[in-house]
């Protein structure tokens, strides 16, 4: 398991010291009080623990970029996804409209067998 050291209180410290503090692997410094450098922690996090996010895009309206599905980086096949949703879901599919890194066209027609990339946007099309 992946170990993120999150080191607090870079604003009482120098800029020298600071930079050593950068150059340490698997650190994170951070001001809590100031809520500095908050987003590097949260990219090294995602990165750390390989997490893939996948946007949902019901039919006729737009992406929902507030609650992404979240997936490990293994299981990121559209058949995970709708398993993640509803068990129901995959007995139901008929092909998935992709929009992202993972396809060649925006949007592309899937299968369940497709594999997503992080930030992908999903529309699932039923039977």
């Known amino acids: ?5 999150v080191l607090n ?3 009482q410290i120098s800029l020298e010291e600071l930079d050593v503090i950068y ?3 698997h ?3 951070i001001s809590a009080h ?3 450098n908050f987003d590097d922690l949260l990219e090294r996090l995602w990165d750390y623990l390989q997490l893939v996010r996948i946007y949902t895009k019901p039919k006729g309206q ?3 970029y507030t609650s992404p599905v979240v997936l490990p980086h293994r299981k990121t096949a559209v058949e995970d996804f709708c398993m993640k949703i509803h068990k129901n879901l995959i ?3 008929k092909y998935a409209l992709v929009w992202g890194a993972s396809v060649k066209y925006n949007p592309q027609k899937v299968g369940k067998d497709h594999v997503m ?3 992908d946007v999903i529309q699932i099309v039923k039977k």
Not at 1 to 5: E, Q
């Open 34 to 36: 100031h809520r500095w």
């Open 62 to 64: 737009l992406p929902d």
């Open 9 to 11: 209180k870079i604003d």
């Open 23 to 25: 150059k340490i692997p």
């Open 117 to 119: 990339e992080d930030e």
């Open 1 to 5: 398991m992946p170990c993120i050291y």
């Open 27 to 29: 650190c994170v410094p």
């Open 91 to 93: 007995k139901e599919f």
